[in-house]
């Protein structure tokens, strides 16, 4: 079963960078080389590999987010509205928060966290209390987070000095470090993904989603509160993106909301989490997978000019045909299995067949009349 | 002009795009296929339509790149959600990143671009200036082909041959494969009359609602479409009437700019009014119940 | 027999079957070189316990299901039936037995849908198809509106619609598969009585059941199958129902299985006949008579429940007592309110007034979690309440006991230990013989029978005193519905009272202390389960009122207790 699948998702891979390489040469661009800046910008040096393990940070956070919402059955779409209320709380409490260092970033990353899972509360409670559907109240709410936070950065909060609409730089109490070029945002989501696998695969809250995500009929029967863990699944599901939204003011270069600040990672997080099939370890390989992309892609446009969009197209291939190629693997199997299986069993009765045309003969011969219309066959 | 009337011409005009893509939404809602690739497929129309429309200088060669490009888009959900049995939630979400990648990609590569893409050179739909006054009248022809096409769907859906077996296929296909009609190819009917009509919606975007293309400039139309759809369990002419009202909404947005509100909280309008008319159906729905 | 030899034989006219072979993937050989021969103008009936291949040998005929290999012909001509399209045209048709019709469409729309009448563009001939369905209706005495919605037909007016489906497309073929299974005695002479009516008017019917005696009653030609193999074909006369069991189970077959119903605890007489369902209180006089039963499993009083918007409530004033070491049997055409009985008793629905009462505790308003406490619950639907088919078997094992059984737990209350999970599984799987690869497998790779032992078993391994099981056996091999019904008994022996809710009569008859019959929402009649019969539970089932003493009816099976006076009682009006 979980081989059957590997071996999908390496057939899914291989074939969408096949197609990938198909889609630059039928564009004249030099494939090959394309590829191999892809990679080496993103995995062949210590600061490529460093730039992917920052990406990853944000896109593992994103993911999880995912994950864990389509895992418990709660289709959280609203991945993009919590992660920018997430930046936007990390934001505001580093530009008011000046207490020391150790005080101010876990105050700022709980921030980050209240603010992504209020975020999401709010489209939970709308399910809860009125029956409206989580998948288009989320996505609404994304616009709505979305202008809010505009607003904010081009109002209020804009930054006097600025020449396009962000806010003030936080204080640097609220700054998590640099080491060579590896941003400390990486130690909180590995620490924030161990945490999230831990809930997820060894917790019974943690069991209770996971069946709720199979089969909430039988969760609902089997005596587990759906309701209440479906709104606790939105709450870390909202709390996982607003920490990845934090992690983009408090880790990055800028330590600033910046328009544009989410960029795609929300629905990059959507993609992992569906072509991981809501698994968290998965999810994890190819919240790496997809940032070697993302960053290699810079590499590339540098090389060969192709444009760095190239990820995202390459992303939603891979998310095709992995997923296509684990139903396909299976069905295919299955049919393999079903026609050896029907051929022996045409095999075997042919034998059988000729037996009795046999016996009926000799029977014949010692004129013994066979049972009227019946076959008495032979017992295996 | 006073400004009442100025509203309602802009929210017919913002209204065009929903109702067209919604009743193509109400094909495969009937047909009970999750259908959230119709953002994509709006987006990708837009872009064809743009890029037709440029490279021919024709507005004909645009609109029908711009279906074109949407019925592309449901070919690719058929093929996977179909025919390759992948989870429709799941080949939705991959290709309306597709088309966000994709067209943005397409936008550096075809026309060396970031952000949006205008040129003289693209040729707009045609406004009819029909005598039907000073709000119905002049408006691009492709506003009167949506409301017309939301009578067709609704006598298509409701009084058909067609009709009557894509509602089978959604409400049970076993009974319609029992029957001898095959619920995949009705299924299949009804993502392509969706994936054409979100490509005419996208092309009216590009060509009709403005002559130019921007990044994700479907900006959630194709989500609210699939609201609208939800509010009014597929019926065309509710569609009609929902997505008149999320017309004026936006018009409403509209024209507060300019106010002393702020720009960016005006644009929230549709979004928040989506979410009160969703309140306003649970409770209906509930008392129904 | 030969597979090819008589290809060509004059003679014989008729569908011929030849060397069918189906294997369902990735490895399920459901029909394994089947040769049928079906004459013209025959009722023909097709027997064979679940899972013997009949229905798939007749979707196989129907053209819906493709072969793997094999031929069919009609009168010697070979044909090829990729779609039912091509079958309907060659007069045949079918039945399912899940009835297949569209519930919001209304009769006649379900009748044509698929060949429809159309006008150019595609418009429906709505007139045109309305006025064809009544007259068929009034044609074959159908009683039938046309504008009827079909959801808000009864399964038997169901049936009919599906009926008047082959009628309207000319079939000269019908095929009727398990159409029995969700009908009343009274009701299955009624469609047996339409079937001969058919049959005279020329028809050949191919009737697929499990049940002996109505293949002995109706068929003119007996096919036995199993294991998805033919093993026997007769003509009916002089056949015996011995004959057919031990055809269709390969082996003697007791009919009185599971009738051991005297246990040492058990009944020991004291049928509760005289005991008014609404009398609180009185359960405890006949308590002391048993060690286990202070307090009665369940008590219901007074039950009702109507679904919003509805007219007519689902339950109303339903009382009844289950006592421990009993097993209450619940009755009724599908839809007279069991469902709502078993999701009330559950918690997943609360009902508008009365209470349930679990071992003399008030349950009426607790969460599922604590009614967990108190019951087990085998549910109906294995697939869609009772599993989760994806999931491992041990994910599906644990359901409910992560919470109840403290050795699951992790040192930390919250997580869960994984080794003493799977052990609990393992050893879950052994005591209920669960054939599977491991304990990691998921659900969904198990047969039928397995996955159900593996419900009953995580629900039996419930220490409580309350055991409700709805039909626990539909669908499964013979096999395993005796594993699960000794299952039962012993949950009895043991001192649980169990309230089984089944559509199949003689499940009910076979184990059941009292039989509870359920019509419209209400406890239309409470026999005893040792003299009850068919015909009386059948009566009760569709509304008749029952006399003190009903007669046996014309046709009743034979009961061993035949004669003994069926001691009834009826419920309020």
Known sequence: MRRQQAVAAAVGVVVSLLAGLMILWLQGYPAAQSYSALFSYSLFSQFALFSTLNKASTLVLTGTSAAVGFGSNCINLGQVGQFLMGAMAAAAFGIAVGLPKWLTLPLVILASIVAGAGWSLLAALMKLKWRMNEFITTLMLNFVADYFTQWLISGPMLDPRAYSPMTRMTNPQAWLGMYNGLSGSVAVAACSFAVTWLVWNRSKFGYECRVMGQNPSFAAAGGCAVPRNFVLAMLLSGALAGLAGGLMVIGGMQHRFVKGIGANYAWDGVMIAIVAGNSIAATGLYALFFAVLQTGAMGMELETAVPSEFALVLQAIVVLAVVASRESTRLFLAGLAARIRARRAIALGDARAAQAAQLAQRAEADHAAPTGGGQDEPRA | ?289 | MSRDSENGAPGIQGIRMSGIVKVYPPDVLALDNVDIMIRWGTIHSIIGENGAGKSTLMKVLYGITPASAGRIFLDGRQVRFASPRQAVREGIGMVHQELMLIRSYTVWENVVVGSEPAAPLGTLKQAEARARVEELVTRWGLNLDPDAVVGDLSVSAQQKVEILKLLYRDASVLIMDEPTAVLTPQETSELFARLRQLNQAGGTIIFISHKLQEVLDISDEITVMRKGKRVMTAANEGLSRTDLARAMVGRDVVFAVGRQRSEPSGRGGTVDVGMKPRDAGSPAARGDERPHAARPALEVRGLSFTRPGAVKPALSDVSFDVSRGEILGVAGVEGNGQFELVQCITGALKPDAGSIRMDGRDVTGASVMERRRLMCSVPQDRKHTGSAQTMSITDNAIMAHHRLRPSLSARWRALLDPRACRGFCVDLMRRYSVVAPGPDAALAQLSGGNQQKVIVGREFSHDTGFVLLDNPTRGLDVGSIEFIHRQILNKRSGGAGCLLVSADLDELLALCDRILVMYEGRVAALLDGETADREAVGRAMLGLELSPEPGPGPGSEPEPEAGAEPRTEVGSE
């Open chain 2, 1 to 289: 002009m006073s400004l009442a009337l100025e509203l309602v011409r802009s929210s017919l005009l913002a209204a065009t795009p929903v109702l067209l893509a919604g009743i193509g939404g109400a094909y495969t809602y009937f047909a009970n296929v999750f259908n959230i690739a119709m953002e994509g497929m709006m987006l990708i129309g837009a872009f064809t339509a743009v890029a037709g429309s440029y490279a021919a200088r024709s507005w004909v060669v645009g609109l029908a790149a711009g279906i074109g490009g949407g019925l592309v888009a449901a070919a690719l959900f058929t093929l996977f959600a179909v025919a390759l049995r992948t989870d429709e939630f799941v080949t939705g979400t991959a290709i309306n990143m597709l088309a966000l990648g994709g067209t943005t990609y397409a936008l550096r590569q075809m026309f060396g671009v970031r952000g949006a893409f205008m040129s003289g050179q693209i040729q707009a739909i045609p406004r009819w200036n029909l005598p039907l006054g000073p709000v119905l009248g002049g408006h691009p022809f492709v506003v009167y082909v949506a409301l017309a096409l939301a009578l067709v769907a609704d006598w298509h859906i409701r009084r058909t041959r067609f009709g009557l077996r894509l509602r089978a296929a959604g409400e049970d296909p076993r009974v319609l494969d029992a029957a001898g009609v095959s619920s995949q190819a009705v299924r299949a009917w009804s993502i392509m009359i969706s994936g054409a009509l979100c490509g005419l919606a996208g092309a009216y975007l590009s060509l009709g609602y403005v002559t130019l293309f921007a990044e994700n400039m479907s900006n959630g139309r194709g989500w609210i479409s699939l609201a609208v759809i939800i509010l009014t369990r597929g019926r065309p002419l509710g569609i009609l009437v929902m997505s008149l009202l999320f017309g004026l909404f936006d018009g409403i947005g509209m024209s507060l700019q300019g106010t002393a509100i702020p720009a960016q909280l005006t644009q929230m309008v549709p979004y928040i009014a989506t979410l009160v008319a969703l309140r306003v159906y649970s409770l209906r729905s509930r008392n129904e119940h």
